[in-house]
């Protein structure tokens, strides 16, 4: 269209197809929202006018049969109905859930929430999310009564109960999936093809439930084009005069994006709005879940269970559902066929770490910046992360200058840091600081860790990472800086810092070392370690990297038969063959962990211990990784530590008791496919209770206690054991070219110090045209 026929159509306007009026165009979309219908004044005369009075809660003063007028009363409107038109009833206006009283609206969602349902009508997940809601509404996360903590998020709660079930069931499914645009007429959801989603995507958002792409003209561009397929795309680059892309890839996408906000309105204003209009004339009407009504259901999750709904577990798992893997539990609790230590039993959830809304507020909005930095995570956008980490650091020098925030942070337990707002601004810190670092970008990478270490009254919410940023720090100073002198000084001074993680500390202390030599300065270092034993044994490898995971593959001789089999296959083969030893299993920390857990079941799951037990699906204490867990258990642990110091067969009675009372419950630390106890006929638990020394166990108990943080990993690969000369040993495999790490040394050096041989094997490799 050119510049003359666009001026000649504004000239010309709209005419409005509600009413026929001709409307400019710059005030078409204003007609549209205030143009009511109600009257035709062509048509009759005024002699059926009749007054309809406004009612809001009945709140009508009467004096001589006319309303009274003031400012905190409505005036009656005066309405004209045409005589050719059919007059319905008169209707009371609904009432406006956004002014009612919090206490008001508070009851009348309890209420709703007390209702009688058929719940065989209902899907898992409206059922599970209603209980959800009744478990939260009726505990206090402050001091301020839940009414009024709650108050700006109960007009979309009571909006969503007010659904009918299939509604709140389609709401729900796209909570889950997060704020994606969703066309409703090419959606099909699984298992619920019969649901009819055209008429309940318009349903939800006249509710306030969705928003429609007409309301977020601020939205990104590039997740409004994912929606157009290959074909749309073409026709809207054709209409936005753009290059045509070949494809409908991201990159395709990012191009259009590009050339979209390079280009210029007619009075010099960007093109988006226009861009997304083409977009819902292309495929129809949009729609994507309301911020205000995914907030209330992501908070409601987070409170009822807030490790599950930890948004650091994307990190872990790329295919990981936040809401989905909670409904999916809790579904999973209903059917039994999952069982939590405490499901059936009463909780105190969180209490104390807010001051109130606005502070758990805060904490929802980082975290869902965390949930949006995981997905961009996931596409490797890495520049876009250091973009929003950049608002998060600022948001965080901003928390430091609140000085009532920080004296308040410093009555809450360090375990329950983690679910405060400055937490997830320091994880997101640490994300910028990972995605710089892939970036190659390090000097951005070196700001962003500098940045936390610098700030001691931030250390209490990360202190067990701290260690970890020290080291990256000191590398990226070493390699990418070139400045060596300024690591050897970063790791002599934290090298003895007790409140990093000794792990870090062991590799602060190796690269000290490396750096003295190579400046010729002197360094002592600090932490001394036994070595252990080397074996070396030669196997055949079959080739590498062919698509298992592993970089190895090694082939055994059985007979006739040729075996495959890994490098730790292959050294237990050969310990049990030619070592002296009788039986042995490959599960690294997995028989430790499960002997600690069924020694101590009973203490790990106190739930006396203030703060421990805030959800029924927790699998270990939240005190877990601090130093809390083994001081507020202190007495219980040396107790049961004495009773089994000089005495195997209360050990043992303990196991299988502990064993029975809690077989199948989810623990972090007992993993009940160990040792195969769903027969419980696997005699090797038993075998190695007879063999393991008792000091060295009690010792270990004592270990995962005190530092679980800096214990629960890096243990020796293989258990084995002779059950007739009462001798056990642990093994560390190592492939070719494999080496051993800081937390594996740690560890060979705590076995061999507690009188139990350790030692490396060590696995060559030769070709295999041996075996030909």
């Known amino acids: 269209m050119s510049l003359k026929e666009a001026f000649e159509r504004a000239k010309r306007g709209a005419t409005c197809g509600e009413c026929g009026a001709n409307v400019p165009y710059c005030y078409i979309e204003r007609h549209k929202n205030e143009c009511i219908v109600r009257f035709d004044d062509s048509k009759g005369d005024d002699s059926d006018i009749e007054v309809v009075e406004c009612v809001q809660f009945s709140q009508r003063i009467v004096v001589n049969e006319q309303v009274a007028a003031t400012k905190d009363e409505p005036f009656a409107k005066r309405v004209k109905i045409s005589p050719s038109i059919k007059r319905p009833a008169p209707q009371v206006l609904p009432e406006a859930i956004d002014d009612l009283p919090a206490d008001v609206l508070y009851k009348k969602c309890i209420d709703k929430l007390e209702l009688p349902i058929n719940e065989k009508d209902l899907h898992y997940t409206v059922r599970i999310f209603r209980n959800i809601c009744k478990t939260v509404l009726t505990h206090d996360l402050s001091d301020e ?12 709660f009571y909006r969503f109960l007010s659904l009918e079930a299939d509604e709140r069931d389609v709401a729900l499914w796209l909570c889950q999936n997060g704020r994606r645009w969703y066309v409703p007429s090419r959606l099909s959801i699984r298992y619920r093809e019969s649901l009819d989603l055209k008429k309940i995507f318009p349903k939800l958002y006249a509710k306030g439930l969705l928003s429609a792409l007409t309301d977020e003209y601020e939205t990104g561009l590039d997740e409004v084009l994912s929606v157009l397929n290959a074909e749309e795309l073409r026709t809207f680059c054709a209409r936005m ?41 292309i495929v129809g009407s949009m729609y994507r879940v309301n911020l205000s009504f995914y907030q209330f259901v992501v908070s409601f999750c987070t409170v009822y269970s807030p490790f599950t709904m930890d948004s650091h577990r994307l990190f872990d798992d790329d295919g990981l559902v936040l809401i989905r893997d909670l409904f999916y ?33 805060k904490f929802i909005t980082a975290k869902l910046l965390e949930m949006e930095v995981a997905a961009l995570n996931r596409r490797k956008k890495h520049s876009e992360i250091c973009n929003r980490v950049k608002v998060a650091a600022s948001d965080l020098q901003s928390f430091r200058m609140d000085v009532g925030m920080l004296a308040f942070y410093q009555k809450v337990p360090d375990f329950l840091l983690k679910f405060t707002y400055p937490a997830i601004l320091i994880r997101l810190v640490m994300h910028g600081a990972e995605s710089a670092q892939k970036l190659k970008d390090y000097e951005l990478a070196c700001n962003f860790i500098s940045f936390l270490i610098l700030r001691k009254d931030l250390d209490r919410f990360y202190l067990n990472r701290r260690g970890h940023l020290m080291d990256r720090l000191a590398l990226n100073m070493e390699f990418h800086h070139k400045r060596p002198d300024s690591a050897f000084t970063l790791c002599k001074s934290f090298v003895k810092d007790p409140l990093i993680l000794q792990r870090d500390r062991l590799s602060l202390q190796d690269r000290a070392v490396k750096l003295a030599k190579g400046q010729k300065k002197e360094f002592t270092p600090v932490i001394h370690l036994v070595d252990p034993e080397i074996i070396t044994i030669s196997a055949t490898t079959l080739s590498k990297n062919l698509g298992n995971g592993r970089t190895n593959m090694f082939m055994s001789k059985n007979g006739d038969n040729v075996d495959y089999c890994s490098v730790e296959q292959i050294a237990l083969i050969h310990l049990i063959e030619k070592a002296g030893f009788e039986n042995g299993l490959h599960k690294e920390g997995g028989v430790w962990h499960t002997l600690f857990g069924l020694t101590c079941v009973d203490i790990i799951f106190d739930k006396c211990i203030p703060n421990s037990w805030i959800s029924e699906l927790q699998t270990c204490p939240m005190d877990q990784n601090s130093r809390l867990f083994y001081e507020s258990r202190k007495d219980q642990f040396e107790n049961r530590f004495a009773e089994i110091r000089n005495d195997r067969q209360k050990l043992h009675d303990i196991v299988k008791l ?76 190592k492939g070719p070219g494999d080496k051993l790490s800081t937390k594996q040394r740690l560890w060979l050096d705590f076995f061999v110090r507690n009188k139990t041989r350790a030692f490396v094997c060590r696995v060559t490799s030769q070709s295999s045209k041996v075996l030909q």
């Open 658 to 733: 502990n064993f029975e009372l809690y077989y199948a419950t989810k623990s972090a630390e007992v993993d009940w496919n160990t040792f195969s106890m769903a027969q419980n006929r696997d005699e090797r638990l038993w075998e190695i209770l007879e063999c393991v020394d008792l000091e060295m166990l009690i010792n270990l108990f004592r270990r995962f206690a005190t530092d679980y943080r800096n214990s629960r990993s890096g243990m020796p690969d293989l258990t084995v054991w002779n059950r007739t000369q009462k001798t056990l040993a642990v093994v560390e495999v």
């Open 145 to 156: 009564p839940s009414c009024s903590f709650w108050a700006p998020l109960l007009p979309s």
């Open 329 to 361: 539990e809790m579904y999973n609790v209903e059917k039994k066929t999952e069982k939590y230590m405490y499901c059936d039993k009463e909780i105190t959830r969180i209490k104390g770490i807010y001051r109130g809304y606005d502070d758990f507020m």
């Open 241 to 281: 005069k753009l290059n045509k892309p070949k494809n409908k890839s991201e990159e395709a996408r990012r191009s259009i994006v590009n050339q979209i906000e390079n280009q210029k309105g007619i009075c010099g204003g960007s093109v988006k709005q226009a861009a997304l209009k083409n977009v819902q004339n």
